[in-house]
């Protein structure tokens, strides 16, 4: 499976995974909201790469770059374009945006429906 069809297996996943229990901003209508710094983690975590940010109005903004490219799986939070600045950030500024149980929820649940639908990380 080729990295861009990884990407899209696990984004499909990841917004079945995202919940009130993996970020407090968590809504049906807006799903991907506050999900960016834990799901930059969990990306890492299973597709390696760095996890770079953007300033927003709100705050920062975590994504990731794998292989060369920019990887945002909650740019659909915002009604505006993002102007990305993709600076160097760490796992460390990136767990500021969440918590242990946010994290942990997010990586089980993922991981359940990885072990159904199958894995991204298979190349």
């Keep these: 499976m080729l990295l861009d069809e990884r990407i899209q297996t696990l984004k499909d996943q990841m917004h079945k995974a995202w919940s009130i229990k993996t970020s407090s901003k968590w809504t049906k209508e807006n799903p991907?909201?506050?999900?960016?710094?834990?799901?930059?983690?969990?990306?890492?975590?299973?597709?390696?790469?760095?996890?770079?940010?953007t300033p927003l109005t709100e705050g920062w903004h975590f994504y990731n770059v794998i292989e060369g490219s920019r990887?945002?799986?909650t740019d659909s939070q915002?009604?505006?374009?993002?102007?990305?600045e993709n600076l160097p950030s760490t796992r460390e500024e990136a767990f500021s945006d969440t918590n242990t149980l946010q994290y942990n929820h997010l990586k089980q649940?993922?991981?359940?429906?990885?072990k159904k639908d199958g894995s991204p990380t298979q190349g």
């Design 78 to 84: 915002f009604e505006s374009p993002i102007h990305y």
């Design 71 to 73: 990887y945002d799986f």
């Design 32 to 53: 991907a909201r506050g999900q960016c710094g834990v799901t930059a983690l969990v990306v890492q975590d299973l597709l390696n790469g760095d996890i770079v940010k």
């Design 109 to 114: 649940s993922l991981s359940a429906l990885i």
